[in-house]
């Protein structure tokens, strides 16, 4: 409920490929990315370098990067070091969602600075100040509950470490 807020239902590719509009956030909220699916090419270079294009120059992308379950743990990586070919900021994070039964990994990427080594005292300041109805209107989100986000397993940040392959 803010006009600032375009939702876009549709296919990802054919809009990034037609639109010539910039925006502040991008959300991709995408299907699963699972090698040789049918969504791979939506976490490809060439789609991040088409997202790119979309943003202003201080802009955000977010995306659904795959789950970080122990069973699992080659395509999130894979993800994130496509982002960081393309962004100066990469940061991970993930979030249980019931439906999957598992943690599902998330990257958010830009350009410009993406500060989160705050305390959740400071987290808590700037969520006041940035959402127009206060900070109470989140069911979820505060400044402890960022950072349990934010703080991924040891095996997750060794994964992203060390991972060289982009997918093209």
Same mark, same amino acid.
């Given at each position: 409920?803010?006009?600032? *807020?375009?939702?876009?239902?549709?296919?990802a590719l054919k809009y990034i490929d037609e639109t010539d509009e $910039?925006? @502040?956030? !991008? !959300?991709? @909220?995408?299907?699963?990315? !699972?090698?040789?699916?049918?969504?791979?090419?939506? %976490?490809?270079?060439?789609?991040?370098?088409?997202?790119?294009? *979309?943003?202003?120059?201080?802009?955000?992308?977010?995306?659904?990067?795959?789950?970080? &379950?122990?069973?699992?743990? $080659?395509?999130?990586?894979?993800?994130?070091?496509?982002?960081?070919?393309?962004?100066?900021?990469?940061?991970? %994070?993930? &979030?249980?969602? /019931?439906?999957?039964?598992? /943690?599902?990994? %998330?990257?958010?990427?830009?350009?410009?600075?993406?500060?989160?080594?705050?305390? /959740?005292?400071? !987290?808590?300041? $700037?969520? @006041?100040?940035?959402?127009?109805?206060?900070?109470?209107?989140?069911?979820?989100?505060?400044?402890?509950?960022?950072?349990?986000?934010?703080?991924?397993?040891?095996?997750?940040?060794? &994964?992203?470490?060390?991972?060289?392959?982009?997918?093209?």
């Amino acid at each position: 409920d803010d006009e600032r *807020c375009k939702l876009i239902i549709g296919d990802a590719l054919k809009y990034i490929d037609e639109t010539d509009e $910039k925006y @502040d956030v !991008i !959300i991709g @909220d995408l299907t699963d990315p !699972i090698e040789n699916g049918p969504s791979i090419e939506l %976490f490809t270079r060439s789609f991040y370098e088409k997202i790119k294009q *979309c943003l202003n120059e201080s802009g955000v992308y977010v995306t659904q990067a795959g789950t970080i &379950s122990l069973h699992e743990e $080659k395509v999130f990586p894979r993800v994130a070091n496509t982002l960081k070919t393309l962004f100066k900021e990469v940061v991970p %994070f993930s &979030s249980f969602i /019931p439906t999957y039964g598992t /943690p599902l990994g %998330f990257l958010v990427s830009s350009d410009s600075k993406l500060v989160i080594n705050l305390t /959740p005292d400071e !987290i808590d300041e $700037k969520l @006041d100040s940035n959402l127009h109805k206060g900070r109470e209107t989140l069911r979820f989100l505060d400044g402890t509950s960022f950072l349990g986000l934010v703080g991924l397993p040891a095996n997750v940040r060794s &994964s992203i470490q060390s991972e060289s392959i982009v997918y093209k």
